[in-house]
């Protein structure tokens, strides 16, 4: 199903093009009342509408994970991956508005809407199209327009395309919350029912529905009265399709070929031909797992796992199996991933072992090195100590010399991303599909709300359970907490660029975490991209840095 829509992405439009070619020597043009002749010449239509989605994983879901209390970048032991200290800025909530991590999540949510804009007018003027198409682009454009919410906050909201103003005003978030409900209770009459080639990694009607209860259950976030009975008859409705289902192994929504799985609503069709975004082996990977995996370029590195989110997880909880921690071996020792638990090595024996003196070792002076606790050089009895890659999860920082080299920490701390599922041998990029939205989650956000109307809500209590069932956590709660149910939306969905939104909506945005101490609300929001400030005087900065 993945390659249709892929194919569909790369479809050149001419029948936009065309509308505005006058000249009549062109013979062989394709008139746009000729070409909606049948289902297939519609979904390459529609499908440009989803090309903003191509960042999805490294300018939104890495991003989201990074900024809360889940993932980090801390500065490693050869100085890589400090850009001008802007990722400790980043942790430490010290945000510009032209940082970068700001900029790609608008032009995603922005780029997204103006797209489905013009497409909807296109569709509008052709008149006697399938309802449908314009449904999936309306309700397409209200999740645009969510994830721009969610983000900002406070966003301009422009529903039109050839009159669109050039400067749109700016919508407050209760503003903007009514107008993307209105619009998916406008569309969802008429978008498809159905899961399968049509629809795949497309909005039908059940991720409509998501967005809505996603909408809902972060009412209050963005200054609306509670919609908790809503937030849950919205998963109720897709709970009733029956076209979705908790995976009996919580890592097969994750495997390279994860198009299959029953659980996953809404992904990103990621290629490493067509669509070669979906980069984890370079970006998240520990810098001597090239060997691990048969890649020949070395992983970058980067991305890790904050140590207390690491502990938060039981020793008994398969989901645990997301985190590639310990021993590392060459590929020699059968790296490898199953449905049930994740990462681990078939034949993790000693001549296996990886060893790099180089990426860490080396890079730290005498004083460094017994600050860390290492030995003095790596001659022989010491070199087992000095450069074995052995990952723990905890972090030890040294400030170096007269405090040149601040907040260093070597390459081997951080457990490293392995939720995924790495293709062997391979260039850099995956074909594993994304995961935007999971029926994991849907009944996570029902259990939540039922919660909220209720606090001893009988059906809330077995979700909870079963998804910790599924997870290999036999012991059943006999009651639900609310600090219960941030846990379980914070490990069930690690990893997938969802912390920011559940850490702020549970209460815990401004807690203190690694190098994070800023507890000012206002900072829920991102800062909006300098350049659109100055493009658009009808903008106001958030106040944080406007200092108003």
């Known amino acids: ?16 093009q065309s509308c505005t070619d006058l000249d009549p020597e062109v013979y062989n043009e394709i008139l746009p009342e000729d070409y909606f002749e049948n289902e297939a010449q519609l979904l390459a239509f529609t499908a440009s509408a989803y090309k903003p989605l191509q960042g999805w994983w490294d300018n939104i879901a890495l991003t989201g994970d990074a900024m809360s209390d889940v993932a980090t970048v801390p500065i490693r032991s050869n100085g890589g991956w400090d850009d001008g200290n802007v990722w400790p800025r980043y942790m430490s909530r010290d945000w510009a508005a032209r940082d970068w991590s700001q900029d790609r999540p608008w032009n995603i949510a922005f780029n997204g809407t103006a797209t489905c804009n013009r497409l909807i007018e296109f569709l509008d003027e052709l008149g ?39 400067q749109p005003a ?3 978030p209760a503003e903007a919350f009514e107008i993307i409900e209105d619009e998916l209770l406008t569309a969802i009459p008429d978008l498809k029912e159905s899961k399968d080639v049509t629809t795949y990694a497309k909005v039908n009607k059940w991720v409509a529905y998501m967005v809505l209860a996603k909408l809902y259950i972060n009412a209050g976030r963005y200054g609306v009265e509670p919609h908790y009975k809503e937030a849950a008859d919205a998963v109720q409705a897709i709970t009733n399709s029956g076209l979705y289902d908790i995976e009996a192994g919580y890592f097969a929504n994750f495997r390279i070929n ?15 031909t067509n669509m070669n975004s979906f980069n984890i082996p370079h970006m998240a990977l520990h810098q001597s797992a090239g060997p691990t995996f048969g890649y020949s370029a070395a992983p970058w590195g980067g991305f890790s796992v904050q140590e207390d989110f690491y502990n938060s997880f039981d020793d008994e909880d398969n989901r645990k199996g997301m985190f590639i921690v310990g021993q590392q071996y060459s590929q020699a ?9 994740g990462f681990f090595y078939a034949n993790p024996a000693e001549q296996h072992k990886l060893y790099n003196c180089d990426e860490d070792f080396n890079q730290f002076s005498a004083g460094e090195r017994e600050q860390l606790g290492w030995p003095p050089n790596s001659d022989g009895d010491n070199f087992e100590d000095a450069c074995n890659i052995f990952i723990t999860p905890s972090y030890k920082f040294t400030v170096g010399e007269e405090g040149v080299r601040p907040n260093i920490t070597p390459y081997r701390h951080g457990a490293r991303y392995g939720k995924y599922e790495l293709e062997q041998n391979v260039p850099p990029g995956l074909n594993n599909d994304c995961v935007i939205f999971r029926y994991g989650e849907a009944l996570l956000i029902r259990a939540e709300a039922l919660w909220r109307q209720n606090s001893g809500d009988a059906e809330a209590l077995m ?26 939306f914070k490990k069930e969905l690690a990893l997938e660029g969802q912390a920011r939104e559940i850490t702020i909506r549970f209460g815990h945005w401004e807690d203190e975490w690694m190098l994070k101490t800023d507890s000012d609300p206002r900072k829920r929001w991102y800062p909006i991209p300098q350049a659109q400030i100055d493009a658009n005087p009808n903008l106001k900065q958030v106040d944080y840095l406007s200092g108003e």
């Open 1 to 16: 199903m993945k390659k249709v829509l892929l194919m569909l992405l790369i479809v050149n439009f001419t029948i936009i």
């Open 258 to 272: 994860n198009e299959g799985s029953k659980e996953n609503m809404f992904v990103v069709p990621y290629d490493r």
């Open 463 to 488: 979700i909870v359970n079963q998804i910790r069932n599924r997870a290999g956590i036999d012991q059943d709660l006999s009651s639900l907490t609310e600090d219960d149910l941030y846990q379980e």
């Open 170 to 172: 700016q919508k407050t």
């Open 333 to 341: 020792a059968g790296p490898g991933w199953s449905d049930t638990e």
């Open 128 to 166: 006697d199209v399938d309802p449908g198409a314009v449904a999936e682009l309306r309700a397409l454009r209200a999740f645009y327009l969510w994830v721009g919410l969610d983000n900002f906050g406070n966003i301009p909201v422009e529903l039109r395309f050839a009159e669109a103003d050039p």
